[in-house]
T-cell receptor, first 113, second 115 residues
Framework: DTGVSQDPRHKITKRGQNVTFRCDPISEHNRLYWYRQTLGQGPEFLTYFQNEAQLEKSRLLSDRFSAERPKGSFSTLEIQRTEQGDSAMYLC???????????FGPGTRLTVT | AQSVTQPDIHITVSEGASLELRCNYSYGATPYLFWYVQSPGQGLQLLLKYFSGDTLVQGIKGFEAEFKRSQSSFNLRKPSVHWSDAAEYFCAVAFVGNSGYALNFGKGTSLLVTP
């Protein structure tokens, strides 16, 4: 088991561009979570999937954000028309459906210039 | 509203000294409590967790935490700090409900270890 992986680790983009991040969870895990962490803050919940179903979205997830988990395995998080306020670390975590422990990936650091 | 408070933004400890990081929560039901550690530029690593039972829980790297329901606290402790413990520490609470145990994090405590 290689743990949760995320790609890319760093992304620099210009305001107005679209970006997409990928998360590969631990293979046996049913649940997959996305969080956003800004400088000096703890991570904030964005959305989660159980298998391929997106079951919850936070109010932080504006309509410029979309997440998918098409086959219940990896997930993508897309941000359209990026804004400078989107600059943050985007963290992915996974867990068993019956469990409470979440295992985090290394994150994707997004910088919007 | 549910909230997690870590009162100390920064803490400095001498290597070999003991450590206590504070965490208080506001939550309507019995929470599931966690401590995570984050090294610079890295994701979060789970140190320990409390779900039920014995209120003193042991974790990795020599850390322990004690759940005190009467004080709504879950403080993290280590008897002797090593220089490699310097990192950001986050307390988190799971809220059971529509969010499938999504975690609610405190703002973190940055630990500096001096020689």
């Amino acid at each position: 088991d290689t743990g949760v992986s995320q790609d890319p680790r760093h992304k620099i983009t210009k305001r107005g561009q679209n970006v997409t991040f990928r998360c590969d969870p631990i293979s046996e895990h049913n649940r997959l979570y996305w969080y956003r962490q800004t400088l000096g803050q703890g991570p904030e919940f964005l959305t989660y999937f159980q298998n391929e179903a997106q079951l919850e979205k936070s109010r932080l997830l504006s309509d410029r954000f979309s997440a998918e988990r098409p086959k219940g395995s990896f997930s993508t998080l897309e941000i359209q028309r990026t804004e400078q306020g989107d600059s943050a670390m985007y963290l992915c975590a996974s867990s068993f459906a019956s469990g409470y422990e979440q295992y985090f990936g290394p994150g994707t650091r997004l910088t919007v210039t | 509203a549910q909230s997690v408070t870590q009162p100390d933004i920064h803490i400095t400890v001498s290597e070999g000294a003991s450590l206590e990081l504070r965490c208080n929560y506001s939550y309507g039901a019995t929470p599931y409590l966690f401590w995570y550690v984050q090294s610079p530029g890295q994701g979060l690593q789970l140190l320990l967790k409390y779900f039920s039972g014995d209120t003193l829980v042991q974790g990795i790297k020599g850390f322990e935490a004690e759940f005190k329901r009467s004080q709504s606290s879950f403080n993290l402790r280590k008897p002797s700090v090593h220089w490699s413990d310097a990192a950001e520490y986050f307390c988190a609470v799971a809220f059971v409900g529509n969010s499938g145990y999504a975690l609610n994090f405190g703002k973190g405590t940055s630990l500096l270890v001096t020689p």
